[in-house]
């Protein structure tokens, strides 16, 4: 199985979902702000607009893989299953006594159900206590609506946990201490399951802080890494050396923006549409600037600039210039529809996208532009702020650049 992704527009073959599940059902107003939602969302509906997102990719021939699914059938290896137990055993909040009691709770577990917990994390409640089996100091002393487990209502963006440069995966550094346990799953899954066997990786996740949002795929060899609330400097630097040792790019442009959620990826503000057109967040098309790294000839990244991201850009991926589509006519639509994800769109093949529904303006813009978008609702999807491309982690793309030999 060749997975293989050197664009952000190639024709989609294959991609990586989660469908939202109980992990959701978790959120309450309590947690739902530490837990990086902005509301509580209606599950059944969310796994409804999940459902109709799924459908309208497998309709245009894209193969769809669950997380979920990948999870359980990589937790009926006996190697992988030790492994994803230990790491939620080795927790230092349990103590001892709480730890026997979750590893026998864990221990039981077919691995589908298995997944489940590793996903929609353990309550407090669900834990199997009695007179011959107490739960010692720590479960005794824990607030009821606290988890023993953490829940993972963020794996429903796959885009941030991994990605796929070449034919090498890399599993990320998350930022977040509610998202960072999200790629211990995505990490056993590309190690163990069998349909990645052999395949190299290209980050992990134990390097500096990289979020896949941040990662964007100009061109063959070029790359866009957005630097603010989740990646860091570090990481973008780390990232440049992994991609230029493995010979998977050649230019890397490192892109500064706001340190704040409404910009937390560089995918909110900016995604591509076309070889040569972005769809970008109008507020700061004409501001963003981008550093320019390239491979010395001594293997260490050598940085100029900056310069205005769209020159730096056009430049890298060889084009007189880089076509820019507006989100929403004014600037309050287009702050508005921004929030919303209408930056947010994925590409299914060059001039073909998808795109919420809600962001009317946006996506009028696109089809003037001859740009045909796919509408999809997501009213409770993107309560966790993130839209179509957050929601994907394309592992197949028709290669704009064949792959060599
Ligand atoms: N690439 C993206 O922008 N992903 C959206 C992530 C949303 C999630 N609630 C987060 O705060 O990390």
Do not use: K
Request: hydrophobic share 40%; charged share 25%; aromatic share 4%.
């Amino acid at each position: 199985m060749t997975h293989y992704v050197d664009s952000e527009v190639g024709r989609l073959g294959t991609v990586l979902l989660h469908r939202p599940g109980p992990e959701l059902a978790r959120l309450t107003p309590r947690n739902n702000d530490s837990l990086l939602f902005d509301a509580i969302p209606w599950v059944g509906r969310a796994q409804e607009e999940h459902d109709a997102f799924a459908a309208e990719l497998r309709g245009r021939g894209v193969e769809v893989l669950y997380l979920a699914t990948l999870l359980a059938e990589t937790l009926a290896v006996p190697e992988a299953r030790a492994e994803l137990t230990e790491q939620v055993l080795g927790s230092p909040r349990l103590g001892d006594t709480l730890r026997r009691r979750v590893a026998d709770h864990l221990a039981y577990l077919d691995p589908a159900a298995l997944a489940d917990v590793l996903t929609a994390g353990l309550a407090h409640e669900e834990v199997r206590i009695s007179a011959e089996r107490p739960g010692g100091l720590v479960w005794t002393m824990m607030d009821r609506h606290e988890f023993v487990i953490d829940p993972l209502p963020n794996l429903l963006f796959t885009r941030d946990s991994s990605l796929w440069i070449g034919d090498r995966v890399g599993v990320t550094s998350l930022a977040m201490p509610a998202r960072r346990r999200e790629t211990t799953l995505t990490d056993a899954i590309y190690r163990y399951h069998p349909r990645f066997v052999g395949t190299r990786a290209v980050y992990h996740p134990g390097l500096e802080h990289l979020e896949g949002g941040d990662v964007l795929l100009l061109a063959p060899g070029v790359l866009a890494v957005g630097v603010g609330e989740r990646t860091t400097p570090a990481g973008a630097e780390r990232l440049a050396r992994q991609v230029f040792a493995a010979g998977l790019a050649h230019t890397m442009l490192v892109v500064p923006i706001a340190q704040e959620r409404a910009t937390m990826h560089l995918d909110t503000v900016c995604t591509m549409v076309d070889v040569d057109t972005v769809l970008m967040y109008p507020n700061v098309a004409s501001t963003l600037s981008a550093y320019t790294v390239i491979a010395g000839p001594d293997g260490e990244p050598r940085v100029d600039g900056p310069a205005p991201f769209l020159r730096a850009a056009a430049d890298a991926m060889d084009l007189d210039q880089l076509r820019v589509i507006d989100t929403g006519l004014d600037p309050v639509t287009a702050e508005r529809e921004q929030w919303d994800d209408g930056n947010n769109t994925l590409a299914l093949a060059p001039r073909l996208c998808v795109g919420y529904e809600r962001n009317v303006e946006t996506n009028a813009q696109l089809e003037r532009a001859g740009i045909e978008v796919i509408p999809i609702a997501g009213s409770e999807l993107g309560s966790g702020r993130g839209g179509p491309r957050c929601m994907s982690c394309p592992l197949v793309r028709e290669p704009l650049r064949p792959p060599a030999g």
